[in-house]
T-cell receptor
Framework: DARVTQTPRHKVTEMGQEVTMRCQPILGHNTVFWYRQTMMQGLELLAYFRNRAPLDDSGMPKDRFSAEMPDATLATLKIQPSEPRDSAVYFC???????????????FGPGTRLTVL | AQSVTQLGSHVSVSEGALVLLRCNYSSSVPPYLFWYVQYPNQGLQLLLKYTSAATLVKGINGFEAEFKKSETSFHLTKPSAHMSDAAEYFCAVSPLFSGGYNKLIFGAGTRLAVHP
């Protein structure tokens, strides 16, 4: 049963610390998305990649957030330094990204719940 | 820019009653439309999707949605609510001309409560 995995599932850290969240997309998927979910803002798209290349990261605070795909099986989202307002659930999703096709489904991971004290 | 509006952030129904969750989109060209469900402490899961093949789309768990171009709506329904349907539901649109990439624009979500 193919699924997106994310680690860690929960992270509590202190303000100013570096946080790294990891995502393993479904094998064969060529698009990867990072979302942040909060009560106030709902689901926000932070960044997305196609074939490991960043296509849009306009949703990310550039000064502290960075997203990378070192290889096709790993996507990372890093926050340095972290702040209390970064507390949220961060979701990774992957998909096939077929050109104007119908298979536009995104498959979501279980999320990383981040708490910054 | 395309957007999605979900009317009602909270909906409460009795077990066995009809579920109706509303979604309207703004787009000059009918996009692809999706409904996702999020159970507590879990990621989002696809319920159903509209891809222009048929206006009435059937999904998992007895849910269905009807695409109405004239109303720019894609409301989600289920004839009889079950306690296990309690969750948050998200409507999403995928622009047809997004460069081929399956970017999704999500609505704010509707939390469904089902009471005995």
């Amino acid at each position: 049963d193919a699924r997106v995995t994310q680690t860690p599932r929960h992270k509590v850290t202190e303000m100013g610390q570096e946080v790294t969240m990891r995502c393993q997309p479904i094998l064969g998927h060529n698009t990867v998305f990072w979302y942040r979910q909060t009560m106030m803002q709902g689901l926000e798209l932070l960044a997305y990649f196609r074939n490991r290349a960043p296509l849009d990261d306009s949703g990310m605070p550039k000064d502290r957030f960075s997203a990378e795909m070192p290889d096709a099986t790993l996507a990372t989202l890093k926050i340095q330094p972290s702040e209390p307002r970064d507390s949220a659930v961060y979701f990774c999703a992957s998909g096939l990204g077929v050109l104007n096709g119908v298979d536009n489904e995104q498959f979501f991971g279980p999320g990383t719940r981040l708490t910054v004290l | 820019a395309q957007s999605v509006t979900q009317l009602g952030s909270h909906v409460s129904v009795s077990e066995g009653a009809l579920v109706l969750l509303r979604c309207n989109y703004s787009s000059s060209v009918p996009p692809y439309l999706f409904w996702y469900v999020q159970y507590p402490n879990q990621g989002l899961q696809l319920l159903l999707k509209y891809t222009s093949a048929a206006t009435l789309v059937k999904g998992i768990n007895g849910f269905e949605a009807e695409f109405k171009k004239s109303e720019t709506s894609f409301h989600l329904t289920k004839p009889s609510a079950h306690m296990s349907d309690a969750a948050e539901y998200f409507c999403a649109v995928s622009p047809l001309f997004s460069g081929g990439y399956n970017k999704l624009i999500f609505g704010a979500g509707t939390r469904l409560a089902v009471h005995p």
